[in-house]
């Protein structure tokens, strides 16, 4: 059984910054993706950003330039460094970890943080 452990959510001011930080236990192949997405009442589940165990990287635009992802693959855990935050950043944050079993994708969630920007 995988789980996903998130935390460093929290209230910040716009211009501000939060780390987000998200720790994976269980049966976890070493060759695997850790993301982050976000998601807001009635819109749909965004990727800010991923990262695959070999270190290489996507951010997504609206977060470009602000956002940075990093992972520690000992602890099998994934961080997401949100500086310059805006109210729009405002979201529940979601820890995301994919690898394969057997030619099918194993996808996991972590149970989301929230993130609030406002003055």
């Known amino acids: 059984q995988v789980q996903l452990v998130e935390s460093g959510g929290g209230l910040v001011q716009p211009g501000g910054s939060l780390t987000l930080s998200c720790a994976a236990s269980g049966s976890i192949d070493s060759q695997n993706v850790m993301s982050w997405y976000r998601q807001v009442p009635g819109k749909q589940r965004e990727r800010v950003a991923g990262m695959t165990d070999r270190g290489t990287t996507r951010i997504g635009d609206s977060v470009l330039g602000r956002f940075t992802i990093s992972r520690d693959n000992a602890k099998n855990t994934v961080y997401l460094q949100m500086n310059s935050l805006k109210p729009e950043d405002s979201a529940v944050y979601y820890c995301?970890?994919?690898?394969?079993?057997?030619?099918?994708?194993?996808?996991?969630w972590g149970q989301g943080t929230q993130v609030t920007v406002t003055s």
């Open positions: 995301n970890l994919d690898f394969m079993v057997s030619g099918k994708t194993q996808r996991y």
